[in-house]
């Protein structure tokens, strides 16, 4: 950490400053420039509570040095980490796709999806059966049913799933029905049900929250793989900005960043990171491009009939299309040697 | 609603919209315009997922008319909700203030802080038993430990409490402890947490989520109301923008512009509204100034050596200098017989 | 134009609007829901000022119906116009690289790299001779003489140039010089400047506004488009967000909804789009797999000792790396029939 | 500045590092943590490109320790900025009232509204000649013929007036006619215009822009003392956030803020602050309670026929009201002494 005092710092404000600094554990090392003083403070990990350093008499800020996080961080693991769920590597070099509904709405519905996606050349299912919506009125999703159709649908595909955890009463009734546990953006800080997360034998699907930054999201997989679970899949789905003319502004330059500062795998959800289904296809290719190692869509048989989300559905047909696309181009961008290794922190 | 149809919309497609709106119990008008036609969509409160009909072919976008809330809503009260907690009176025309440490840190800290809150002229405690910490590193609270202090310090300084609750499985413990149970920010849509504090019998004060529109917000509140609890107190405690100055920014015109949508009492976060302690002064006396129910604050002793969020912490001796101050203006305001009726509709 | 009146708006309220409505020469068709009552107005294509209907008695809000801009929409030019400048063109269905300096630092400099440049494969070399700078002690560019430089290293290379504009008095001085004229980020609602630039007979390249609307940067591009000058290329930059880990959050979905509201090329800067050079080629990438017309990039032969922007810069070898990739994921997308088509209309 | 190493930086990295930080004139200071080393950079006021060190290989990030700004801070002019203009002070302890229309829509209407502004108790009369509108369609104000009739009615009210120029080409002009030159939001980083007003002896009320950070306002700021005129008063007027009830977000921290870094005045906009003339009196009130040194407010006789920006216009009666209610709340806060002496350093 480096504290950086006022301009007008007294002398006895400065040494006020080391004494606190020595109190929490820091050895201390100014600097004296020309207008002002600056602290660098030296060999604690992680104070509990640095900023109240920038509280004390003569002090005009302080300057975090070292990344909060650990277990996540690329220096931790830095060949990166794969997650194998069925036929699907996430992390390994080809594109996962995991593809479905945004809530499952019937028996006859999941199980047809899942063909359909199946056919499309998916490898993951995905489906709600808990579904947090800003309406109290809405569809909130078939529960406990929902799951149970969903785990027979994907069974007769012969595809995995991956289904939303809202409660950490239902971790371990949704554990039992998912190959994969997602997390929604909602609940992205939702520390008590991280912790339960971190306890559970499956990967978990972490978004990013509505307006995380970077490092909130990666502290966030960091209260999973501290709880012991380092299984976590990473998914951006847009953040919130200024701009309405998509539902959420799909952040792509947090593919090669996150990639660059954790070794975990990562996959982006354009569905939601637009929220308009004609956008779904230019920004999968995209995302391909960019260095994902899948997406995450939503699909369904009659989105104008859809319960959920229609409006950013994609139908069975887009999604076969969809599939054979990102897969082009992902080739494109891995027949390049410097490419296919994929760090961004060679590349440019 | 009114569909908005695109400029090259065939008859047939117009026709189609009207029978599928009319499939989901909605009574359709057409107007012709000159480039365009629109379709006014009458008669159902509230379908589940309207926006679908934004995805039909030639469909240019849909347009809500009705606000989504009901029961929290100006019209469904219109003289305004009043939640008396002790001597305190949220939404009775005096500014209640709320204050204390971000986290009980300790059953003689505790003591103290509830005796200098008390005699500050503060109405209400409050203090963390559970901490929502982005890092799983920092200090998480002293839980049920923190509980029953808190309990006690309000007890013998007479003050009632207001406390966090992060958990579904921990609200009817909470519960038992605190006066007013409190929602913060990062769990504003849990809403599985929401439903369950829907049953319960203690008002609760949910602060705005960090990028939370006011809609969602209300919305938010509407979970409690039509779960069965009406006693549900909303608290701004600013929102992110890309100004980095401040920890957030304070959005005081949500304070008037709630007061007009919604029967319920609002109270003001200047502390987490701007994450600098010198702030809290001022934003408190505009707080005041704009109509706000009332303040709350974090107080500390010592707050260069409080174990969390000591940069935004005010004193005693500055809480109470904060409490005269926001009383004068209060009345100030108040004296104005215009002003004194309170609703931004008559004003302006 | 909609007019959506309060729940408990009044008859003459509603009469008054009506009146005042047709006043600006609407014509009015009221529906009468059951909460509430909506006008449709009809008939007026632009009204000057239609917001201030918001304030009459009664009236809760208004909702435009049309888009308020006409020459750049795409219906106005359903087949898209192209713009050739040099041995490139925008919208032609080749990515354009444009390439270059963020500033002309001096005539040997510029000389070197524009050789660099189309050495590469690039087709437009960018150099900055007026440089609109955060701090007035920052350097502010060579001006005329490195408008001149440019020029005449562009000619030795056999590369056309695009260079910014400020003021409205150098317009016609840098139209002299430049191939293309450069509307820089914060220039973009400098209404007087863009009148300028509609009556000039050179492209200009229109970047989005740090915080500008899809609409708004539309609405921009129309002011030089109503002036006389139909050739404007737009230039996605990056908007400003809370994310602090780029300099800016590039809005890759902007480019499939530009092309689809408008008939213009759009290009795209991923230098100022992520501020970090390591980000430079996967979001080139992302930007070609996406759609875009084109992209625009900063190199410089020694990042290092660039006097402006160095950290977002690429050298000329990684420009042939860029150059080459960008062009595979291109032809990756294009020789998928469904995709060459183009219009993210068709897709999905 | 102090240059942080990434964990793994080689010594011969950081070696380089320190040979380029004294090539631009830095001394160096190394700190060897127990992850990485810290380097700080001492003696240099302002390098022209730091941020290039960035770049630099084993550099993980660099931090600036100086403010960017010299002329425009607070230690510059510890007492703060007075700005007389006709009766008023800005800066001199008592609360300017700036009102008027948005445009100047005809003679007999501006000599109007400059008697209504008058009797109103206001101090300063606000009328647009030269009007940035989003839309190339929309009044752009009445020009020359403008300044004339808004100078008369001036005179004729005897009040100052205050009106906004946006071309370099027409800053001679409106100088002859304007006591205070206004900056509009989207020429905050217009550098020439800002340039060009360094050399006028007028003061310049310099409008916040719509996504300006402080720090690049207070920047614009430093563009016009720097040319030479030291007459500037700074202008809140709302920043754009994902909020949409609002037209913007009035960012009243800004106020205390801005008052601690700089000795200039400041006023706060809450007519396009809030964009809803039924918030721009409890706004008022905020912004006198918060501390700022005016109020610049739009005042229509009739705002549903106004030409602009009729929405957030108030009428000569509540122009009354709110010169009262802005008063006692000024003086409410000004008769406590602690308060009366302004900064927020000392308060809390």
Chains 1, 2, 3, 4 share one sequence.
């Not at 403070?41 to 640095?50: E, K, Q, S």
């Not at 649908?153 to 546990?181: F, H």
């Not at 912790?195 to 990013?208: D, F, M, T």
Request: hydrophobic share 45%.
């Amino acid at each position: 950490m480096i504290v950086v005092m006022k301009a007008d710092a007294t002398r006895a404000q400065i040494a006020e400053v080391e004494t606190r600094l020595r109190e929490m554990g820091y050895r201390t090392h100014p600097i004296c420039g020309d207008e002002r003083t600056v602290i660098g403070a030296v060999g604690v990990t992680r104070a509990d509570n640095p900023e109240v350093i920038g509280k004390m008499a003569g002090v005009d800020r302080i300057v975090p040095i070292m990344k909060p996080y650990k277990l996540v961080s690329r220096e931790f693991n830095p060949v990166g980490t794969k997650i194998r769920v069925g036929d699907a590597v996430f992390g390994g070099g080809e594109m996962v796709v995991i593809a479905g509904p945004c809530a499952v709405e019937g028996e006859e519905m999941i199980h047809r999806v899942a063909q359909d996606v199946k056919r499309a050349g998916a490898s993951v299912l995905r489906g709600g059966a808990f579904k947090p919506r800003t309406s109290p009125y809405a569809f909130q999703g078939l529960e406990l049913e929902g799951l149970s159709m969903l785990r027979s649908a994907g069974k007769a595909a012969n595809l995995p799933v991956v289904t939303e955890v809202m409660d950490t009463r239902d971790v371990e009734m949704v554990s039992e029905y998912a190959d994969i546990i997602q997390v929604g953006a909602r609940n992205m800080q939702n520390f008590k049900l991280l912790k339960e997360l971190g306890h559970v034998r499956k990967p978990v699907l972490l978004k990013r929250g509505l307006a995380a930054t970077l490092e909130e999201w990666l502290m966030a997989a960091e209260y999973i793989l501290d709880g012991g679970n380092d299984q976590v899949i990473l998914c951006e789905r847009g953040i919130r900005t200024y701009e309405s003319a998509t539902r959420n502004t799909l952040d792509l330059s947090a593919v090669p960043l996150c990639k660059e500062f954790s070794h975990l795998p990562l996959v982006v959800d354009p569905s939601h990171g637009t929220g308009l289904a004609r956008l779904v296809l230019p920004m999968s290719r995209a995302a391909a491009a960019v260095g994902a190692d899948g997406i995450m869509v939503e699909v369904h048989p009659d989105p104008i009939r859809a319960m959920v989300d229609g409006q950013q559905s994609i139908t069975p047909a887009q999604l076969s299309v969809l599939v054979t696309e990102v897969k082009r181009v992902s080739a494109a961008v891995r027949t390049h040697p410097q490419v296919a290794s994929g760090s961004c922190k060679r590349a440019i």
